[in-house]
């Protein structure tokens, strides 16, 4: 049942078009526009909300509301206490979410958290856009990188009045990973509470290595470089049977970790514009496409696709000796690769740099909650270390506590294979979020990336011509929009 809210600058009646929501765990309808196979994970799904406008016109219509949706009195008790109905994206977070749940109500500190299983078929964006502009909705709802923009319209209550009468909540902000913390910074004001993310990792076939006489990367520390990836490619390749390496064309699991970790970006730090044809981006470029169309290393884009499972299931299949992928493809790994003997390490390092690219995921609150003291309780129970260091083994995710990630998340003995977890601990500190704008909808600015990248990756035009290209056009539409 859900609590009669009143949306903030009422972009309803103004038709004001609601955020647009790029990549999406949990997410189960959309399109990959990497240009390789599809991947039905919870992260690697690309949904677009509907325009709040449209939303709301249902909910007047008295379409917006699926049954049990139905509004209800606010909470009388005050200060903190009383209900707060949360929601959240992933069927695969139900369990999860259910069990943390139970035992905050345990506690019996006055604040009982009533959490909206996820559901198979629906979109909990479509949804919770609809709820929104209905005056229905959650009074805490999980978030992702598009934090930005709902924030910049208004959608999520600022943290920080919360957070200033309260010592032990200010010192359990203080342990959340900094670019994590300071990406959910906006306008001066924080507006979301870390929950967790995830890391992008080289993963390698151990057999493979072991025929071809080379030391494991996770042994290798500083070593584990651009110059020892490539040598490591060229030698484990096998024409006809298999390809050394994936170069991989996604932004979050592929490239975008190559560019940063040779000290290049997406955006400029102020995000006022793109800079993808920086020199750094360029080289980082050239380095990963010449693998597809000089070295002829890696498998093309063509290739993958022509692949159920993509890049996933070729390497859980031996066609692939290494490539970079994100954690949650471990699980993959390690329940259908069978007889596959695997582990990771961190994305090769370019003068002693890693990178890693993550969808920070928090926990907002509504900005038309009646229980903001409430729904605070339960943030500053998901943000404890006993809950944090329980991520990994509930959500196989990486705490937003960095002393959480470090000890446990990076410990193959508490939070499970692989054992070149420990390798991860500098991609940990090195993470950045995925890129996204106060303004401009991630699926535009990543449709002109993504298109120009696959032709470099396609040998149909230069790198730097793509990379350039990027660039202005980009640039070009963050300028119309004004961010």
């Given at each position: 049942?859900?609590?009669?809210?009143t949306?903030?600058?009422?972009?309803a009646?103004?038709?004001?078009?609601?955020?647009?929501?790029?990549?999406?765990?949990?997410?189960?309808t959309?399109?990959?526009?990497?240009?390789?196979?599809?991947?039905p994970?919870?992260?690697r799904?690309?949904v677009?909300?509907?325009?709040?406008?449209?939303?709301?016109?249902?909910?007047a219509?008295?379409?917006?509301q699926?049954?049990?949706d139905?509004?209800?009195?606010?909470a009388?008790?005050p200060?903190a206490?009383?209900?707060?109905?949360f929601?959240?994206?992933?069927?695969?977070?139900?369990?999860?979410?259910?069990?943390?749940?139970?035992?905050?109500?345990?506690?019996g500190?006055?604040?009982?958290?009533?959490?909206?299983?996820?559901?198979?078929?629906?979109?909990?964006?479509?949804?919770?856009?609809?709820a929104?502009?209905?005056n229905?909705?959650?009074?805490?709802f999980?978030?992702?990188s598009?934090?930005?923009?709902w924030?910049?319209k208004?959608?999520?209550?600022?943290l920080?009045?919360l957070?200033?009468?309260?010592k032990?909540?200010?010192?359990s902000?203080g342990?959340?990973?900094?670019?994590?913390?300071?990406w959910?910074?906006?306008?001066?004001?924080q507006?979301?509470?870390?929950?967790?993310?995830?890391?992008?990792?080289?993963?390698y076939?151990v057999?493979?290595?072991?025929?071809?006489?080379?030391?494991?990367?996770?042994?290798?520390?500083?070593?584990?470089?651009?110059d020892?990836?490539?040598?490591?490619?060229?030698?484990?390749?096998?024409?006809g049977?298999r390809w050394?390496?994936w170069?991989?064309?996604?932004?979050?699991?592929?490239?975008?970790?190559?560019?940063?970790a040779?000290?290049?970006?997406y955006?400029s730090?102020?995000?006022?514009?793109?800079v993808l044809?920086?020199?750094?981006?360029?080289?980082?470029?050239?380095?990963?496409?010449?693998l597809?169309?000089?070295?002829?290393?890696?498998?093309t884009?063509?290739?993958v696709?022509?692949?159920?499972?993509?890049?996933v299931?070729?390497?859980?299949?031996g066609?692939?000796?290494?490539g970079?992928?994100?954690?949650w493809?471990?699980?993959?790994?390690?329940k259908?690769?069978?007889?596959?003997?695997?582990?990771?390490?961190?994305?090769?390092?370019?003068?002693?740099?890693?990178?890693?690219t993550?969808?920070f995921?928090?926990?907002?609150?509504?900005?038309?909650?009646?229980v903001?003291?409430?729904?605070?309780e339960?943030?500053k129970?998901?943000?404890?270390?006993?809950?944090q260091d329980?991520?990994?083994?509930?959500?196989n995710?990486?705490?937003?506590?960095l002393?959480?990630?470090?000890?446990?998340?990076?410990?193959a003995?508490?939070?499970?294979?692989?054992a070149?977890?420990?390798?991860?601990?500098d991609?940990?500190?090195?993470t950045?979020?995925?890129?996204?704008?106060?303004?401009?909808?991630p699926?535009?600015?990543?449709?002109?990336?993504?298109a120009l990248?696959?032709?470099?990756?396609?040998?149909?035009?230069?790198?730097?011509q793509?990379?350039?290209?990027?660039?202005e056009?980009?640039?070009?539409?963050?300028?119309?929009y004004?961010?």
């Amino acid at each position: 049942m859900l609590r009669p809210i009143t949306l903030p600058g009422a972009p309803a009646a103004q038709g004001t078009p609601g955020p647009t929501v790029h990549p999406t765990p949990g997410s189960t309808t959309g399109t990959q526009t990497s240009g390789t196979q599809p991947s039905p994970t919870r992260r690697r799904v690309l949904v677009h909300a509907p325009m709040v406008g449209a939303a709301a016109a249902l909910a007047a219509c008295g379409q917006a509301q699926s049954s049990g949706d139905q509004p209800r009195a606010p909470a009388s008790e005050p200060g903190a206490r009383g209900t707060v109905q949360f929601w959240q994206w992933g069927v695969v977070y139900n369990d999860g979410f259910d069990t943390l749940v139970k035992e905050h109500n345990a506690r019996g500190t006055g604040v009982t958290v009533e959490l909206t299983p996820a559901a198979n078929g629906v979109s909990y964006w479509d949804k919770l856009t609809s709820a929104l502009a209905g005056n229905v909705g959650p009074d805490v709802f999980l978030m992702n990188s598009n934090a930005r923009t709902w924030a910049t319209k208004g959608l999520l209550r600022p943290l920080d009045d919360l957070i200033k009468r309260d010592k032990a909540a200010e010192a359990s902000n203080g342990t959340i990973h900094r670019n994590f913390r300071e990406w959910y910074e906006v306008g001066g004001k924080q507006t979301g509470w870390g929950w967790d993310y995830s890391t992008i990792a080289t993963a390698y076939n151990v057999t493979h290595l072991r025929e071809a006489g080379l030391k494991a990367p996770s042994e290798l520390g500083e070593q584990w470089d651009w110059d020892t990836f490539l040598e490591y490619a060229q030698k484990l390749n096998r024409p006809g049977v298999r390809w050394g390496v994936w170069s991989n064309p996604d932004y979050q699991t592929g490239w975008l970790n190559f560019v940063r970790a040779n000290g290049g970006d997406y955006f400029s730090e102020d995000r006022k514009r793109c800079v993808l044809g920086s020199p750094a981006a360029v080289e980082a470029m050239e380095f990963l496409a010449g693998l597809v169309t000089r070295g002829k290393l890696s498998p093309t884009r063509a290739d993958v696709a022509a692949v159920t499972g993509g890049g996933v299931q070729m390497f859980i299949d031996g066609q692939l000796s290494m490539g970079t992928f994100g954690d949650w493809s471990f699980s993959d790994f390690a329940k259908k690769g069978q007889g596959l003997d695997w582990d990771i390490a961190a994305v090769p390092r370019k003068n002693g740099r890693t990178g890693s690219t993550a969808n920070f995921r928090a926990l907002v609150l509504n900005p038309s909650t009646r229980v903001p003291e409430a729904s605070f309780e339960w943030l500053k129970f998901a943000l404890t270390k006993p809950v944090q260091d329980r991520i990994p083994g509930l959500f196989n995710e990486v705490p937003a506590r960095l002393d959480s990630a470090q000890e446990v998340y990076a410990d193959a003995a508490k939070a499970g294979p692989p054992a070149g977890r420990r390798t991860l601990k500098d991609a940990i500190a090195a993470t950045k979020a995925q890129p996204a704008l106060d303004n401009v909808p991630p699926n535009e600015f990543h449709s002109i990336a993504t298109a120009l990248v696959n032709d470099a990756w396609d040998g149909k035009i230069p790198v730097k011509q793509a990379m350039t290209q990027a660039q202005e056009q980009i640039t070009a539409l963050v300028q119309r929009y004004g961010s």
